[in-house]
C-alpha cells in the first residue's frame, strides 16, 4: 500500500489524467473529437459536463451547493497542500539521580524538526443543469496545473 500511494505520489498530473481516460476510455471515447482533445491537455470549457471535468482534473476534493434567487448551482473545488517545513529549537527537562539519590532536573536546548501545512484552493467549478456554467482557477508562477 505504500509503495502505492509513493508511485500514485511521484506521477505526474498527466500520467494521472491519462490513467483517468484508460479507465473510463469507452466514455471518452463517446466524447467529439475535440472536446477529447481538451481533456487530453486538461482544459475544462464552459458547456463540460461532469464527466468531462472529471476526466480532464480528477474527482473534486470538496463539493459545494450555491444557491442564489435566480438559480442552484453545485460547485467543485480543487485543492492543493504546500507544506512548510521548518525547525525550531526548544528546552527539555532532563531528569537525573546524584550519588546520594537525590532528584535534580536540568534543561537542555534540543532541535526539532516539523512542519507547517496549507490547503489552498485552486480552482472552482461551477455546474448548472448538469453543465459548466462557469469556472476558475488560481494564476500562479510555477506553472503547476491540473
Same mark, same amino acid.
Given at each position: &500500500?505504500?509503495?502505492?500511494?509513493?508511485?500514485?505520489?511521484?506521477?505526474?498530473?498527466?500520467?494521472?489524467?491519462?490513467?483517468?481516460?484508460?479507465?473510463?476510455?469507452?466514455?471518452?471515447?463517446?466524447?467529439?473529437?475535440?472536446?477529447?482533445?481538451?481533456?487530453?491537455?486538461?482544459?475544462?470549457?464552459?458547456?463540460?459536463?461532469?464527466? &468531462?471535468?472529471?476526466?480532464?482534473?480528477?474527482?473534486?476534493?470538496?463539493?459545494?451547493?450555491?444557491?442564489?434567487?435566480?438559480?442552484?448551482?453545485?460547485?467543485?473545488?480543487?485543492?492543493?497542500? #504546500?507544506?512548510?517545513?521548518?525547525?525550531?529549537? &526548544?528546552?527539555?527537562?532532563?531528569?537525573?539521580?546524584?550519588?546520594?539519590?537525590? #532528584?535534580?532536573?536540568?534543561?537542555?536546548?534540543?532541535?526539532?524538526?516539523?512542519?507547517?501545512?496549507?490547503?489552498?484552493?485552486?480552482?472552482?467549478?461551477?455546474?448548472?443543469? +448538469?453543465?459548466?456554467?462557469?469556472?476558475?482557477?488560481?494564476?500562479?508562477?510555477?506553472?503547476? +496545473?491540473?
Amino acid at each position: &500500500m505504500c509503495l502505492l500511494l509513493a508511485l500514485v505520489g511521484c506521477a505526474s498530473v498527466q500520467e494521472l489524467r491519462d490513467r483517468r481516460i484508460a479507465e473510463n476510455q469507452a466514455l471518452f471515447d463517446s466524447f467529439p473529437a475535440d472536446i477529447q482533445e481538451q481533456v487530453r491537455q486538461g482544459q475544462v470549457e464552459v458547456g463540460f459536463n461532469a464527466d &468531462m471535468v472529471r476526466l480532464a482534473w480528477g474527482p473534486p476534493d470538496q463539493v459545494f451547493t450555491r444557491t442564489s434567487r435566480d438559480r442552484h448551482a453545485t460547485v467543485w473545488g480543487y485543492t492543493r497542500v #504546500r507544506h512548510y517545513p521548518y525547525t525550531d529549537r &526548544m528546552s527539555i527537562p532532563v531528569y537525573f539521580l546524584d550519588s546520594q539519590g537525590r #532528584r535534580h532536573i536540568s534543561f537542555h536546548s534540543v532541535w526539532i524538526n516539523s512542519e507547517t501545512r496549507e490547503e489552498y484552493t485552486v480552482a472552482r467549478v461551477e455546474f448548472v443543469e +448538469g453543465r459548466v456554467s462557469a469556472f476558475e482557477q488560481l494564476q500562479t508562477d510555477d506553472g503547476y +496545473g491540473f
